[in-house]
């Protein structure tokens, strides 16, 4: 099985059934450089509930008038979570918010209190403050960006990120994206590539079960290699199955097969198979079948957290580090701790001098 896989070769992978899965799972081992599956300790903030999107699979987005909403964390509520992440030992603060939240009359009201213009002032802010006040890194993953905005978030995140989902404009027809503009695939992929321009490293990856065809989740992981090939700064790719959570547009929606996700899984280990992008499968969204997946070539877990909930996954608890270590050496393999940047972007040609200082430090404490 060459690594260099073709639409077809995907398909074959995504359509295999009986012996041919169990053969293709083989073939992955040809791929593991070691017995390493890697995690980052991190801290999950919600700068903001409020979206411009409306994703049938969401229950992240919140209306303004809920009461228990969070229209807009204060610069000091943020910087009290982060140091209580600190004495947890988390490296990684993830920022995360509704796509185009300023769009919205309650959050420019909280902006405008706060002495800023736009959400990507306050977001560049924020992250500025996380560099200087604390031990953290941050990541941010807010939706879209414009080129310039980018530009001003490299500079201040050690990496970030942006879920593609899928590739394919049909799914902006279903329940899943129809009321969602920002997540049309060709401003999604424009994101990336425009990460990619800029030298930021960068986790993306696609979600499975919302409606699309296998035919579709092939473009999907190809589309993220031809972005990789020319930039070389997607770090790791996520393999993230839909769950169905009571309330949401989509509860009736049914969830991938458990073979599905495998077979995805083991579909994007041989596409990345030459190259040194890990494929993460989230843990909480996958408790009781987790394991299996480190025998498909899956070898990051991704952002775990000791003291903040998954807010996109609410109904989902993260497992305790320990009761991953022991998942993960009960499959043969041993559990390690990363930072949220991966090692070989470490150098003046992807980070400035303030996150290189910054993640030494880290490096000296350990």
């Not at 503009?181 to 986790?203: C, D, F, Q, S, V």
């Not at 997607?234 to 959570?245: C, D, G, L, M, R």
Request: charged share 25%; with cysteine.
């Amino acid at each position: 099985m060459k690594s260099n896989l073709t639409k077809d070769d995907i398909l074959q992978i995504l359509n295999a059934t009986d012996s041919d899965i169990i053969r293709y799972m083989a073939e992955t081992v040809r791929y593991r450089e070691n017995n390493l599956i890697t995690y980052s300790k991190n801290i999950f903030i919600p700068l903001t509930e409020i979206c411009r999107n409306d994703c049938g699979y969401c229950n992240f987005k919140k209306n303004p008038a809920d009461p228990n909403v969070i229209i807009l964390k204060t610069k000091e509520e943020v910087l009290a979570d982060l140091k209580e992440a600190e004495e947890y030992g988390c490296k990684e603060a993830l920022f995360t918010f509704g796509e185009d939240a300023d769009e919205e009359e309650s959050v420019r009201q909280k902006l405008h209190e706060y002495g800023y213009g736009r959400m990507i002032d306050y977001v560049v802010d924020i992250c500025q403050m996380t560099l200087e006040k604390t031990s953290l890194l941050p990541h941010t993953n807010g939706g879209n960006y414009s080129f310039e905005d980018l530009k001003r978030l490299k500079e201040v995140n050690a990496s970030m990120g942006l879920m593609l989902e899928n590739s394919s404009s049909r799914l902006m027809e279903l329940p899943a994206h129809n009321k969602s503009p920002g997540k049309n695939p060709i401003i999604r992929l424009e994101t990336i590539e425009n990460a990619g321009k800029l030298k930021i490293p960068y986790t993306t990856g696609i979600l499975i079960g919302i409606g699309e065809t296998r035919e579709e989740i092939a473009e999907s992981l190809l589309a993220i290699k031809d972005l990789y090939d020319k930039y070389g700064h997607i770090q790791e790719v996520i393999i993230q199955n839909f769950t169905p959570i009571p309330g949401i547009e989509m509860e009736n929606w049914p969830e991938p097969s458990f073979l599905d996700m495998i077979r995805t899984v083991i579909a994007g280990t041989l596409l990345f198979g030459d190259t040194d992008v890990s494929i993460q499968v989230p843990p909480n969204l996958n408790n009781d079948t987790a394991q299996i997946f480190l025998l498909c070539g899956a070898d990051d877990w991704g952002g775990v957290s000791p003291v903040s909930p998954d807010y996109v996954n609410i109904t989902s608890p993260w497992p305790g580090i320990e009761e991953l270590r022991k998942l993960t050496e009960d499959a043969g393999f041993e559990l390690t701790e990363r930072l949220c940047v991966y090692e070989k972007y470490v150098n003046s040609e992807w980070l400035n001098e303030t996150l290189l200082e910054k993640i030494a430090s880290i490096s000296e404490r350990q």
